[in-house]
Nanobody
Framework: QVQLAESGGGLVQAGGSLRLSCTAS????????MGWFRQAPGKERECVAR????????FYADSVKGRFTISRDNAKNTVYLQMNNLKPEDTAVYYC????????????????WGQGTQVTVAS
């Protein structure tokens, strides 16, 4: 029902910053819960952040709390993940995902996914 397109990944030195963007092709973007997930080699996919229909409700994994900020611009059909003070442990493929009726972190409940964008943090 909704297509997601991610951008903004790349190579950065430890302590640096990146901003990921995900643009959705839908006429009802504001009705979706949006999440950012990541999957590192040898690890399970984890939810690092999510944001509710409006910017008021957010969630962050403990590993990124205080360093990452999720936001959304409903007028632009876009969700962002600002990543500051990046660490080598943040190296992973990052995915954006959309849910129409779910407010948790279980990846199986997000029915629309982007292609993923690689984030590599060098020490």
């Amino acid at each position: 029902q909704v297509q997601l397109a991610e951008s903004g990944g790349g190579l950065v030195q430890a302590g640096g910053s990146l901003r990921l963007s995900c643009t959705a092709s839908t006429r009802t973007f504001s009705s979706y819960v949006m999440g950012w997930f990541r999957q590192a080699p040898g690890k399970e996919r984890e939810c690092v952040a999510r944001i509710a229909y409006t910017a008021g409700g957010t969630f962050y994994a403990d590993s990124v709390k205080g360093r990452f900020t999720i936001s959304r611009d409903n007028a632009k059909n876009t969700v962002y993940l600002q990543m500051n003070n990046l660490k080598p442990e943040d190296t992973a493929v990052y995915y954006c995902a959309a849910s129409i009726a779910y407010y948790g972190s279980a990846s199986a409940m997000y029915h629309n996914w982007g292609q993923g964008t690689q984030v590599t943090v060098a020490s």
